[in-house]
């Protein structure tokens, strides 16, 4: 028989049970397990392919499947996990989730479920202040940064330029995340329309450059009007001189962007703000909370210094919708992004935030730069590698010395089949280079010290 639509209650506590169960068992074992979960002999995917008319399952067999199928994975939850951006994934956020969709309501607009947009703006809110926006400042939650840095194009591009923008120019580094470039072509500028400014030897955009750029651009008949800045850049964690390219966009009249995706929330700590200082006076900044505040995939944010501007490029309207409410306290998320349906996404955010307080987040990302300054505290001494970049953040960049691209390319597969930690690899002019991430709120001291070790000790056999 099959089973039914609507469960009963005892019904959801069986399976709620057995999904807590799951849950705590598989948190418990993220220490000691494997950071590699992939296997030659995958799952037979026929079996998860398969859809039945008449299903026969019970809850415990799909559950069975489903740990099976998230096994056969890169353990991107656990401790280990040092590749690209790790954040973990946090339970309460994952609870706030099972919770929010469980009483499914409607936060598109304020009218229909106003407390719960109450509990998302405050969150927004609660960062404008953290950033130091003015009173003009809100922001929206997305899926991710690639999401958020969309709608900040497409706010700027109708801002600044109108509806015939093919001619404006757009100002980055060959460090900055490809998702502004993608944002452009979407938004539906010429791929020449993205331009790219030199770097100082340390990686970061040199304002001098960029000012020329710009001059030249503006004399060819160009429009510049957006110039992005990097408060960490996903190759090596490097923070752009945010303050002098705050003043040149405002000198220059363009809308300043901050994709603060990956370093964004270190402005929880006393270092970090010193760090990023200027950021206060972005038009916009992206923020990624699946990476900084440690939530499970799919939390993007989006502030910006000027709600109306973000409301103005994205607002619009349709005749099945005349009897909703406006409220003047509240904002209106379908009119600041692309979305009308949506997941209410405070609570993801929200529950960890009352829960733990804002004090252990800040703790944590303190721990992280803590983590990194120590990691290449060690790497810098060993006269095998070569780590040219001191790390802004918690990035570790490192290759090894007089290392040729195929040498660390080997040096990245000896490190990961250890299967004890992961490491995810870039180029940087030309030269393989390896790097390490620690962001995870799983990651502590006694999983570092490891992870140098076994980095040493695979350095030494080339
Ligand atoms: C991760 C990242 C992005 C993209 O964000 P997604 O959430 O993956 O879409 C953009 N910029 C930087 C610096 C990042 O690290």
Known sequence: MAFPLEVNGEQMQEMGHAAVDFIANFVDGLDAGPADGRSADSYPRKELLRIQDESASDFGTLLKLFKAAAGLAVETAGPRFAAYIPGGGLFASALAEFLARSVNRFTGHPDMAPELVAMEHGVLQWLCREFRMPDTAGGLITTGGSMATLSAVVAARSQRLG????????????????????????????????????????????????????????????????????????????????????????????????????????????????????????????????????????????????????????????????????????PDFSELGPELTRDFRGLRMWLPLRLHGAGAFREALDEKLDLAAHAYGVLVEDDRLELPWKPDLSTVAFRLNGGDYDANCRLLERINATNRLFLSSTTIDGRFTLRLCILSHRTHRRHVDEMLDIIQSAARKE
């Not at 400014?197 to 004399?219: F, W, Y």
């Not at 960490?232 to 490097?238: E, F, I, K, L, P």
């Not at 006393?270 to 950021?279: D, T």
């Open 163 to 330: 509806e015939n923008f093919a001619d404006g120019t757009i100002y980055t580094t060959d460090y900055t995340h490809h998702c502004v470039r993608k944002a452009a072509r979407i938004a539906g500028f010429p791929a020449a329309r993205v331009r790219y400014v030199p770097t100082t030897k340390d990686l970061r955009m040199d304002p001098q450059k960029a000012h020329e750029l710009i001059a030249q651009d503006r004399s060819a008949g160009l429009r510049p009007f957006f110039l992005v800045a990097s408060a960490g850049t996903t190759d090596t964690g490097t923070v752009d001189p945010i303050d002098d390219l705050a003043q040149l966009a405002a000198r220059e009249g363009l809308w300043f962007h901050v994709d603060a995706a990956y370093g964004g929330f270190f402005q929880l700590t006393q270092r970090g703000r010193a760090l990023l200082s200027g950021i206060e006076l972005a038009d916009s900044i992206v923020l990624d909370p699946h990476k900084g505040m440690f939530l499970p995939y799919g939390t993007g944010i989006l502030l910006v210094r000027n709600t109306d501007l973000l409301q103005a490029a994205h607002a619009d309207d349709g005749n099945y919708m005349q009897d909703r409410q406006r409220d003047q306290g509240l």
